[in-house]
């Protein structure tokens, strides 16, 4: 599933491909990926509009317009390509804005869990992201700190959920407990100021060095690198991993490393 480093990805992709650039077309090979938006709604609201600086707020993008904001959510699966308005279109290619100056931006999405919305206004925006916590890339360390402390049950849980803090998924969460050295399942209520504040910091340097790389890097010296080994161990001390499933998610991590409080 993308994560705050693939969406951070797409805004880029956004912002190279389609910043200053005016809407000629937009074609909706699939409405089922349009949310609170009929295809001619979203024709008749974008075309002729031309795209500013694209946001980013955990997994979500926004593409302002001036006007009307395109926003979208990927789901599982999707994502942002540009093309030309004259390469093949992929079985999966939901909708395709032609852009002035031979460009094409184009929402693929396989699995359409997500999708895009219209917001009108600032009104819309706030709706669609009113559950938003705040976003993990920007959060100073006192939110940080009080965002989660808020929360009661496991760390991995409230880590990944997008309420508390923004952006987050399931591997991103393995991987800054795994560098933190804090077991997935330790309460959040039980975190010392010393934990806190290495959880932060591990955190920070764990977006730091994903998102130029666009996901959450397979690395060797990354949990993440291991993850799905055969007979996974830990890169840090060799050994092996556990896994388990917390709020239905797969978790894996290191008992060595990551001990009991």
């Keep these: 599933m993308p994560e705050l480093p693939d969406v951070e990805g797409f805004r880029q992709v956004l912002e190279s491909c389609a910043r200053g650039r005016t809407v000629r077309r937009v074609d909706v090979r699939d409405a089922g990926v349009l949310h609170d938006v009929s295809a001619r709604g979203l024709r008749n609201a974008l075309e002729g509009r031309r795209f500013g600086a694209p946001e980013r707020h955990g997994k979500w993008l926004l593409a302002r317009t001036g006007g009307p904001t395109l926003?979208?959510?990927?789901?599982?699966?999707?994502?942002?390509?540009?093309?030309?308005?004259?390469?093949a279109v992929e079985a999966h290619d939901r909708v395709l804005f032609t852009l002035s100056g031979g460009r094409q931006l184009r929402f693929r999405d396989q699995r359409k869990l997500q999708g895009l919305w219209l917001a009108h206004d600032d009104?819309?925006?706030?709706?669609?992201?009113?559950?938003?916590?705040?976003?993990?890339?920007?959060?100073?360390?006192?939110?940080?700190?009080?965002?989660?402390?808020?929360?009661?049950?496991?760390?991995?849980?409230a880590l990944t959920d997008q309420s508390v803090l923004a952006g987050l998924g399931n591997l991103l969460a393995d991987e800054i407990?795994?560098?933190?050295?804090?077991?997935?399942?330790?309460?959040?209520?039980?975190?010392?100021?010393?934990?806190?504040?290495?959880?932060?910091?591990?955190?920070?340097?764990?977006?730091?060095?994903?998102?130029?790389?666009?996901?959450?890097?397979?690395?060797?010296?990354?949990?993440?690198?291991?993850?799905?080994?055969?007979?996974?161990?830990?890169?840090?001390?060799?050994?092996?991993?556990?896994?388990?499933?917390?709020?239905?998610?797969?978790?894996?991590?290191?008992?060595?490393?990551?001990?009991?409080?």
């Design 177 to 261: 407990l795994w560098r933190a050295r804090l077991r997935p399942d330790r309460r959040t209520r039980e975190l010392t100021e010393a934990d806190l504040r290495r959880l932060y910091g591990r955190m920070r340097g764990t977006l730091r060095a994903a998102v130029p790389a666009g996901c959450v890097p397979p690395r060797d010296s990354w949990l993440t690198g291991h993850r799905d080994d055969p007979d996974p161990t830990c890169p840090r001390c060799g050994t092996g991993l556990r896994r388990s499933r917390m709020a239905g998610r797969g978790t894996v991590w290191c008992p060595r490393c990551q001990p009991d409080a």
């Design 71 to 87: 926003v979208l959510h990927f789901g599982m699966t999707g994502r942002l390509v540009c093309c030309h308005p004259g390469d």
């Design 123 to 157: 009104f819309d925006i706030d709706r669609l992201l009113r559950r938003q916590g705040p976003d993990a890339l920007t959060v100073d360390r006192a939110e940080f700190e009080a965002v989660l402390c808020a929360r009661r049950g496991s760390l991995k849980t």
